[in-house]
């Protein structure tokens, strides 16, 4: 079999599971429904900035507990079945591709939420739903392969917080950047900038093939 | 004697750069005036800084190419003087800036929070902050060969994501912070060409130091870890 199938089969693995679970799809839109309605509560038609901010700290906690089950939820018995079936980095890159559409999935509803929530101080809609599919796939990534460094810790999500908030605030700083400019009409979106992240998101995918199998030997 | 030439090496050069840094002539420049000395000191630990998370990142990897654990011992100790010469460089760079961008009308502790918005010194933060994460990721396992691995791996990620946090990230965004336009400190029209007789001179007895202390570390290290395998 080719590694793109190897990678489909095992990406369709796990949104079997999903499937059929559900129980972290649903749990993580509690968790997005339940902050919405709290900070609805408390700040009922934040600024800009604050709306700024607080939507992408929310997508980075959505990211942290979408992800974290990914290689956390795999017993040990069934990472040596893995490993007698699959490459590495087929694993790895179906495990990414997974995360990517789930994250991509709850970045787009949880922005739904916040605009009928919290309003919208979004001018430009369409580079806005762009940015925001960007992100999440950014935090996705990194997140994934922390969340296989943690889980080869054998340590909870709290470890997966320590190492990746330094890593990922360069990537969340450039987004809230780039987010400012699509609610001001007159700015325009630095393509540069854009192409940095894109850039980055093609570096983390490469790291990952590269040093997951080092990972996942015991 | 011929192994231990750089050591001289590396006195010769701090007894230099202290004497010639603070006696000789420097250029007059509003605003700065003598704080510019700093300079011999501030930017030479944040090069030493990142020399010496250089030297951990291809330890790491020779790690991961031999699964020799010397080379995991290497890497660690490098990350670890890297990070004490980061904490050099911050308060070097706290000194520096109480007497050049802090407003004399309010105390510094009130103008903190305007000056810790910059993103030089969120990227350096970034950096350090990374390598305390990576010391916390090694302390959380207790197998040796897996504390090895695992934390090799990590140091890779962090340094490959480090770079866009402290070379490029703070160059796109506005700042009181000198280097925003490219390199200052390698960039020969930037600064006087005295000072770059002390400079650089300065930046090398540093770094040396800061190898030698790690080695000094590392052998002490191999030692115990000798003794207990007795």
């Known amino acids: ?218 | 004697m011929q192994k231990n030439w750089w050591k001289i090496a590396s006195v010769v050069l701090l007894i230099y750069s202290f004497t010639a840094g603070l006696l000789t002539r420097i250029p007059e420049l509003p605003a700065l005036e003598q704080t510019i000395r700093n300079l011999y000191f501030h930017v030479c630990m944040w090069f030493c800084m990142m020399i010496l998370f250089t030297v951990s990142v291809v330890n790491s990897i020779r790690y991961l190419r031999t699964f020799d654990l010397k080379y995991d011992i290497y890497a660690r100790h490098y990350a670890t003087s890297g990070i004490v010469f980061g904490v050099l460089g911050y308060s070097t760079g706290a000194i520096w800036m109480s007497y050049t961008w802090a407003d004399p009308n309010n105390p510094l502790f009130q103008s903190f929070s305007a000056l810790a918005r910059e993103p030089k010194l969120i990227g350096a933060a970034i950096a350090l902050l990374i390598y305390f994460a990576y010391m916390v990721l090694r302390d959380s396992i207790n197998d040796m060969d897996k504390r090895a691995r695992i934390s090799a791996v990590y140091n890779i990620f962090a340094y490959a994501m480090l770079f866009p946090s402290i070379w490029i990230v703070p160059r796109m965004m506005e700042s009181l912070h000198p280097g925003a336009q490219g390199n200052p400190a390698l960039d020969t029209r930037d600064i006087d060409a005295h000072m770059r007789t002390i400079f650089y001179p300065a930046v090398v007895g540093w770094t040396l130091l800061g190898v030698w202390i790690t080695t000094l570390k590392i052998r002490l290290t191999i030692l115990k870890e000798r003794k207990l395998a007795q």
Not at chain 1, 127 to 144: A, D, E, M, Q, T
Not at chain 1, 180 to 203: C, K, S
């Open chain 1, 1 to 218: 079999m080719s590694a793109a199938k190897h990678i489909f089969t095992l990406f369709k693995k796990d949104l079997l599971l999903e499937v059929r679970q559900q129980y972290s799809f649903y749990g993580i839109l509690l968790y997005i429904g339940a902050t919405v309605l709290v900070l609805q509560m408390a700040i009922n038609e934040p600024e800009d900035k604050v709306w700024n901010g607080l939507f992408w700290v929310i997508q980075l906690f959505i990211c942290i507990n979408a992800v974290a089950k990914s290689f956390l939820q795999e017993s040990k018995g069934r990472m040596l079945y893995f490993y007698t079936v699959a490459s590495p980095g087929d694993f790895v890159l179906s495990k990414l591709l997974f995360n990517s559409l789930l994250m991509l999935v709850m970045s787009l509803l949880s922005l739904l939420l916040f605009t009928l929530f919290l309003g919208s101080p979004v001018q430009k809609v369409f580079p806005f739903i762009g940015l925001v599919l960007l992100g999440g796939w950014s935090l996705s990534l990194v997140f994934s392969f922390l969340a296989a460094i943690a889980a080869k810790a054998q340590q909870n999500a709290a470890i997966m917080a320590v190492l990746g908030f330094p890593l990922i605030i360069p990537q969340l700083l450039l987004l809230m950047k780039l987010s400012n400019t699509a609610f001001n009409p007159v700015l325009t979106m630095p393509v540069n900038t854009l192409l940095l992240l894109v850039a980055l998101d093609i570096m983390i995918i490469i790291l990952a093939v590269i040093l997951f199998p080092f990972l996942w030997k015991d």
